[in-house]
């Protein structure tokens, strides 16, 4: 069982996956104090996830990776790098002699590997669903490399589908997830498209072939 450490605590209305890369514009000043504190240190801190005006158990540790700008009243743009998954198993309202929170956390571990069978028909379904929609994903998806949180913001789950899916215990779970929820966003874009298609017409006229017409009269 791994120990429990009490880190510094950052709650956003957000789900952040590991692996992750996420920027975020700082402007309380508990945050901007956070952030100086992380500079030239070895200090993380944990996103923990405010859905439904609650902050959430399961979390993401983060380390900081830059701080991109900052600009003349102290505000900051930050890159963070999310480097694994924790429990929150208590909430404080100051770290010692600061202006920012903490919890009591514990690193999850998840060394699960996932179904390559399962893997590849996710990755012909997130294909078609890509296709359906004539979009790309802002970040490349390498197959090869695949873990289910690269697909996490891209399968149309609102924040807390995000939460339960980043909360699943096994890659496997995960995977099953993210198979059930490509069907459901792949069945609606066929209806949005033809939907789409209908209110375009504009009165053609239609023409069915003969092997569009079946039964007899």
Not at 20 to 35: A, V
Not at 59 to 68: A, D, P
Not at 149 to 175: I, M, P, W
């Amino acid at each position: 069982m791994h120990k429990i450490h009490r880190i510094p605590v950052f709650p956003l209305p957000v789900v952040v996956f590991p692996d992750e890369e996420i920027r975020l514009h700082i402007f309380e000043p508990r945050y901007k104090q956070l952030i100086q504190d992380c500079l030239g240190s070895d200090l993380v801190f944990a996103i923990l996830p405010i859905v439904d005006d609650r902050i959430q158990e399961i979390g993401t540790l983060v380390r900081l990776q830059e701080i991109v700008k900052t600009y003349e009243d102290g505000r900051l743009d930050i890159r963070l790098e999310a480097i694994g998954q924790i429990k929150n198993f208590g909430l404080h309202n100051r770290w010692p002699g600061k202006l920012y929170g903490a919890i009591d956390a514990e690193p999850i571990d998840d060394s699960s590997i996932g179904d390559l069978e399962s893997i590849e028909k996710i990755r012909k379904q997130f294909e078609i669903l890509c296709e359906l929609n004539q979009v790309q994903p802002y970040h490349s998806i390498h197959w090869d490399l695949f873990k289910s949180f690269k697909l996490g913001h891209y399968v149309g789950f609102n924040l807390k589908e995000e939460y339960h899916f980043s909360a699943l215990q096994t890659e496997n779970d995960r995977l099953q997830k993210l198979l059930n929820q490509l069907e459901i966003m792949i069945e609606q874009s066929k209806n949005r498209k033809e939907w789409l298609r209908n209110m375009n017409m504009n009165g053609e006229f239609r023409n069915f072939g003969k092997e569009s017409i079946k039964g007899n009269i």
